[in-house]
């Protein structure tokens, strides 16, 4: 036997494994990088009229990177136009499974709504490795498990690169940290010879201005230890709209914070689109556990169902801006907080602009996504049964 470690053999076997093994990690890494590239799309609802690229807008953006889809949803009625913005960053999942849900949901009545359930789509195509994030996570619908991203705060550097030691957003002349040029929500409100993800935001702007957008819905996440949080962010213009509905949320049983959007701080929807545009422009935040630096290990049950005991315990000692128990905060919640939101601010804003309504029903209420759901099926299952 010691004679046979000493042949060539065996050397030539060691280095025969090692190079299957390699060649095996390295097809597991470039599936999964090409995985990446794609982002699964929406089914289209029952009111889907048309599909559209956001580079019908702004034609700079035509077979790029930034280019994402805009779903138009039209109602039989005369009415006005609102428009959906999910997925402004890639890591807040209740903002673009909102959006989704609004699509394969949604019967318009009066009025028009363009829904974009992925506003930086480049966001969508990577993720922060350094966070230990997913990549992916499923959820069972009535079509059978279905894939969704979890993406990046960002563009993608590939998209777009180097940052600037310092970011200057136009046309303030603010600076920021130079990360910060890749957040498509301190971009607004865009420029058309800009970086990707200014032109993302002129294109958005473009479409606004070109449809009549009546009111704008911004949807977010943030995390726990984040002041604002549970809240809504609207503004001026927009805040006797959004005093009535968040009246309307807390009778509801909805705790909601509003803010008026300060007008030192640029680039944000809730601000230059209320400047640059006709729009009432409004951001909602809800609790996202994965977003937070004090949260454990990131994974799909605290992306979907919002756990994670470290939370539990920064509670008990006063580090959070949200209540915190064993309930945690499930995406059901999240997603039925910007739905329900989307539908009372929309109703508020009906009441000051009857010329130009916008009425819908088959959306799932708060109460129908949260509060009646059977506890075991919250963390996705509740979800996914509204879900094509």
Known sequence: MKEFFKKPIFPIITASVSLVLAIGIMVAAGVSFVKCWDVPMPIEGPNVTEVKMLS?????????????PVYVLKGEGDGGAMLILGGTHGNEPSGYMSAVTFIETAIIEN???????????????????????????TLQ????????RFGSRATNPIHQWPDPDVYTHHPSGQQLSGSETRNINRAYPGREDGTLTEQIAFGIAELIRTEDVGITFDLHEASPEYP???????HQDAMTIASEGCINLLLSGIDMALEQSPTNFHGLTHRELGDYTDTMAILMETA???????????????????????????ESIGMLFVPWDENHHPIEERCGRHLQGIYEYTMAYNNAYPDKIVTYSGVPSYQELFLDADKEDLGGTQLGKFLR
């Not at 619908?141 to 969704?148: D, L, M, Q, Y």
């Not at 454990?296 to 315990?313: F, I, M, N, P």
């Open 56 to 68: 019908e807008w702004y034609d700079g953006l035509k077979d790029g990177p930034g280019d994402t």
């Open 111 to 137: 009025g028009t709504v363009y829904v974009i359930p992925y506003t930086n789509i480049s966001s969508m195509t990577h993720n922060d490795p350094g966070e230990g994030n997913l990549q992916y996570f």
């Open 141 to 148: 619908t009535k079509s059978g498990e279905r894939i969704f």
């Open 228 to 234: 604002v949080i549970n809240a809504t962010v609207a």
């Open 288 to 314: 996202n556990a994965s977003q937070g630096r004090l949260r454990g290990g990131t994974s799909e049950e605290q992306v979907l169902g919002g756990v994670d005991d470290y939370y539990l315990y920064s």
